[in-house]
T-cell receptor
Framework: EADIYQTPRYLVIGTGKKITLECSQT?????MYWYQQDPGMELHLIHY???????EKGDLSSESTVSRIRTEHFPLTLESARPSHTSQYLC????????????FGPGTRLTVL | RKEVEQDPGPFNVPEGATVAFNCTYS??????FFWYRQDCRKEPKLLMS???SGNEDGRFTAQLNRASQYISLLIRDSKLSDSATYLC????????????FGSGTRLLVRP
């Protein structure tokens, strides 16, 4: 079982609030990822990191930002939440050099009112 | 054209049936392939990696056909607990570390 954690698991918040979604992994993986997924829909990569101080935007444009100051920690921040940000946010990590299977956290289900 | 394409299903099969899913990928340079399972409102979980020689894990068998650029998953003796969405995955064109997830094939196993 992969050791990757996300908090909070559920968040209901009002429009305009600043939020940070936490993601931590204890596997020492250098690569970490954030995905966004709406119910019944496919995963979309919004951010990724290949190591400390490395962050890149993913394939789906997102107003969120990320940071990677420590290997084990990859938080995602929304400066001003809007109803359009309502979704599930999934964090993943991988550590392989060749077969880069990713392991997912349980996700944060965000609702912006 | 999507980079990884799957039949969305749903596949509705009785317990004990054998069911096969196929998916196609567009990047001929892809080297890493996986099948993930995702239960409703849960995170994706790695089911199995797909190797060039094909591989088997209990009731599950994965095959890779590089010439035709498709990946298959065979589930034998389906259980009720196999009901889930199965995601076909290949690494992306611009990076071996970025994975491209298919939209998923939904499987319903009925009693």
């Amino acid at each position: 079982e992969a050791d990757i954690y996300q908090t909070p698991r559920y968040l209901v918040i009002g429009t305009g609030k600043k939020i940070t979604l936490e993601c931590s992994q204890t596997m020492g993986h250098d690569k970490m990822y954030w995905y966004q997924q709406d119910p019944g829909m496919e995963l979309h990569l919004i951010h990724y990191s290949y190591g400390v101080n490395s962050t890149e935007k993913g394939d789906l444009s997102s107003e969120s930002t990320v940071s990677r100051i420590r290997t084990e920690h990859f938080p995602l921040t929304l400066e001003s939440a809007r109803p359009s940000h309502t979704s599930q946010y999934l964090c993943a990590s991988s550590g392989g050099d060749y077969y880069n299977e990713q392991f997912f956290g349980p996700g944060t289900r965000l609702t912006v009112l | 054209r999507k980079e990884v394409e799957q039949d969305p299903g749903p596949f509705n099969v009785p317990e004990g049936a054998t069911v096969a899913f196929n998916c196609t990928y567009s990047n001929s340079a892809s080297q890493s392939f996986f099948w993930y399972r995702q239960d409703c409102r849960k995170e994706p979980k790695l089911l199995m990696s797909v190797y060039s020689s094909g591989n088997e894990d209990g009731r599950f068998t994965a095959q890779l056909n590089r010439a035709s650029q498709y990946i298959s998953l065979l589930i034998r003796d389906s259980k009720l607990s196999d009901s889930a969405t199965y995601l076909c995955v290949a690494n992306g064109e611009d990076s071996s570390y970025k994975l491209i997830f298919g939209s998923g094939t939904r499987l319903l196993v009925r009693p």
